[in-house]
């Protein structure tokens, strides 16, 4: 289909006009885009922001409530607001962290996966999620590994099945 603004791709450029060094610009931006080391980085990085993101959304829920305990129930307002906030960023970093290994570790394995089968498909978000899960439970023993291994690999497989449907 030809552009109204000329050249042979719909969104009206055309590469023929560049020179060489801006296709290897571009070539070079579009490798280093698609590298394991890049796609890791920016996942943990995704990661961090939403864990950022849901930490605070989900401890603002333990304020809402009437339930206090004593020490700061004797605390002025100012200080009462102070403490929530200071425990809000807390807890809102530590998911941000939580989130962020989470994320890095499932899309490395997952691109080194399938940079090595040269195919995408389920069985690469399967094998990414058992690396996953079994990485992350490997401190409490080789049963919470294997369950960890199984449990995220059913979730992440079933996650890519349902984005890849028709």
Request: charged share 15%; proline share 3%.
């Amino acid at each position: 289909m030809a552009s109204p603004l000329g050249g042979g791709s719909p969104m009206g450029g055309n590469n023929n006009g560049m020179s060489l060094q801006e296709k290897q610009t571009i070539a070079m931006i579009q490798s280093t885009m698609e590298s394991c080391p890049f796609k890791t980085a920016m996942s943990g990085t995704a990661g961090f922001v939403m864990g950022g993101a849901f930490g605070l959304f989900m401890s603002s829920f333990e304020y809402s409530g009437p339930n206090m305990n004593e020490e700061i129930a004797n605390q002025t307002t100012k200080q009462q607001i102070k403490a929530a906030f200071k425990d809000m960023s807390s807890r809102s970093y530590s998911m941000a962290k939580n989130f962020a290994v989470v994320g890095a570790i499932y899309s490395g394995s997952e691109c080194c996966i399938e940079s090595y089968r040269a195919k995408n498909d389920l069985y690469n978000s399967m094998a990414a999620g058992c690396f996953t899960g079994g990485a992350l439970a490997v401190r409490a023993g080789p049963q919470a590994a294997a369950f960890g291994c199984a449990g995220f690999a059913a979730f992440s497989t079933a996650i890519d099945w349902y984005m890849r449907r028709d």
